[in-house]
């Protein structure tokens, strides 16, 4: 690629797809509300909030990809997620329809938008969405939103259900979420870089062994995570209680969010 788009470059994984990620184009855009820093040779930082209609089609303008990370990460009263997560994605979308080379997207949907599902069920790319919170109804609008512009107008997007994706789960729920940096990498590496991409449902966890999900549906893209959470759950129980019978976290794919209530202002 010319350029490649990282938006919310300032976050945990946005800082990850800025280290990382260079290889894929010759010039990585950053972007945040947050200071981002100097840029690097390489790079151009431009500060954007996603919910400014104009300034969201000059960030996405001459892009060929963008990794779409901007936005609320978690739950919050609904007029912030609305403004982030429906009124910016939006504006991406629009912006990318205009754009004279329409960009292929890496969108950072959740496992939220499938919260509610027990963890005794294992779901595919078929899985009817049941969000487990207004930040999960935010994330199926934007999976039903770049569908709606693959099939109109051609936009690609890969809507990566994200799991947990940190150095190390952090609790026992995350032995069967955990999506490692590296295994993010590769899958990014191979969503741009695939022949054909479509817009595909896709699990963002490692080669977990109480993996609650099945990517055979996207099995197309050649994405083969090799890390594995299990390797953690001896220190796990050792530093903390798993979860009670009765507890969210040990009855719904989305844990807490399930039975977290609504974020008034």
């Known amino acids: 690629m010319e350029r490649l788009l990282i938006t919310g470059a300032g976050g945990s994984l946005g800082r990850v797809c ?30 954007c909030d996603l919910s400014d209609k104009s300034g969201v089609e000059a960030l996405v303008a001459g892009c060929d990809g963008i990794v779409h990370l901007g936005g609320q990460s978690v739950e919050a009263p609904w007029d912030v997620v609305r403004d982030a997560n429906i009124e910016g994605v939006v504006n991406l979308y629009e912006a990318a329809r205009k754009a004279s080379v329409a960009p292929r997207i890496a969108f950072a949907s959740s496992n939220h938008a499938i919260g509610f599902y027990n963890q005794s069920q294992r779901l595919d790319a078929n899985a009817p969405t049941r969000p487990d919170s207004l930040y999960g109804v935010s994330k199926v609008f934007g999976e039903a939103l770049a569908s709606m512009y693959h099939d109109k107008f051609g936009i690609e997007t890969a809507l990566i259900r994200i799991g947990s994706c940190f150095p190390e789960p952090r609790t026992h729920r995350m032995l069967s979420t955990w999506l490692s940096h590296d295994d993010f990498v590769r899958l990014l590496e191979r969503i741009f870089t695939v022949r054909r991409l479509g817009c595909p449902v896709i699990y963002g966890a490692s080669d977990n062994s109480s ?41 719904y794919q989305g844990g807490r969010f399930c039975s977290d209530g609504i974020h008034e202002d």
């Open 18 to 47: 800025r280290d990382r990620l260079t290889h894929l184009a010759r010039v990585i855009r950053v972007s945040d509300l947050s200071d981002l820093g100097p840029a690097a040779p390489h790079e151009e930082v431009v500060a």
């Open 211 to 251: 993996s609650w999900w099945d990517n055979r549906e996207v099995a197309y893209i050649g994405w083969r995570p090799e890390d594995n959470a299990e390797v953690f759950r001896e220190r796990l129980d050792a530093e903390i209680a798993p979860p009670g019978p009765r507890d969210a976290e040990a009855l």
